[in-house]
């Protein structure tokens, strides 16, 4: 039997990066995206097309509303999306959201049967975020396999993010390494209607120096 795994998939360059090494690694694979209230659609479709193109064997789009709680430039409309680089935490950061998330795929992985949840978290183009720190990721791969009938009977969970330690270039060159197709992919905070790129926020920053350094085309579609 194939083993399996759950990947979440916000349909950028790094879940689906992810979702390709999964692949490679022989697990059958189980996407999950949110709608949670973010600037954009676009993700959403995308995340879809990735995991069809790439073969998973269920997507799921579970809905939240962010915007209830707000705190964010990714979910509250009053705060804009930065187009400067800044030190610290971003106001792109969503409140909890990662451990809401994971703990969506946790349960979902409970159900099928899967032990390896894989994520694309970085701490390395993205050390501002709290929840991408490799500290916080042990923390709830411990607290999965306490909170969980599989975990407390002795089949482990694994908490999965191979992109943990990795450049953006390096990120690029693994996903061209195993074919993936990035003009897929939307990693704009503030993509149109259509999937395009604004080309200034820190996501596209950090898009566009990756392919540079990688010494690839960028596919990126770009509003202007």
């Not at 509303?65 to 187009?83: H, K, M, N, Y």
């Not at 306490?146 to 690029?172: N, S």
Request: charged share 30%; net charge negative.
């Amino acid at each position: 039997m194939s083993k399996k795994a759950v990947v979440l998939l916000s349909g950028g360059l790094d879940s689906t990066t992810v979702l390709a090494m999964a692949k490679d690694q022989g697990y059958e694979c189980y996407t999950m995206s949110f709608d949670y209230g973010q600037r954009h659609r676009a993700e959403l479709n995308a995340s879809k097309t990735v995991s069809e193109v790439l073969g998973a064997k269920d997507h799921k789009t579970l809905k939240m509303d962010f915007r209830d709680i707000g705190g964010s430039a990714l979910t509250d409309d009053e705060i804009d999306v930065p187009e400067d680089l800044d030190e610290g935490i971003p106001v792109t950061y969503v409140p909890a959201r990662n451990t809401v998330f994971l703990s969506l795929a946790l349960g979902w992985a409970e159900v099928l049967g899967a032990r390896d949840i894989f994520i694309g978290a970085n701490d390395v183009d993205y050390s501002g975020y709290p929840d991408c720190r490799p500290e916080y990721l042990d923390a709830f791969e411990k607290m999965a396999n306490l909170a969980t009938k599989a975990g407390v009977e002795g089949d482990h969970f694994h908490i999965r993010a191979p992109l943990l330690k990795l450049t953006k270039a390096q990120i690029v060159q693994e996903g061209d390494r195993l074919g993936v197709d990035y003009g897929l992919t939307v990693s704009c905070y503030q993509a149109d209607e259509d999937g395009r790129a604004c080309g200034v926020c820190d996501s596209c920053r950090y898009r566009k120096k990756g392919f540079e350094e990688a010494g690839l085309s960028d596919p990126t579609r770009y509003q202007l």
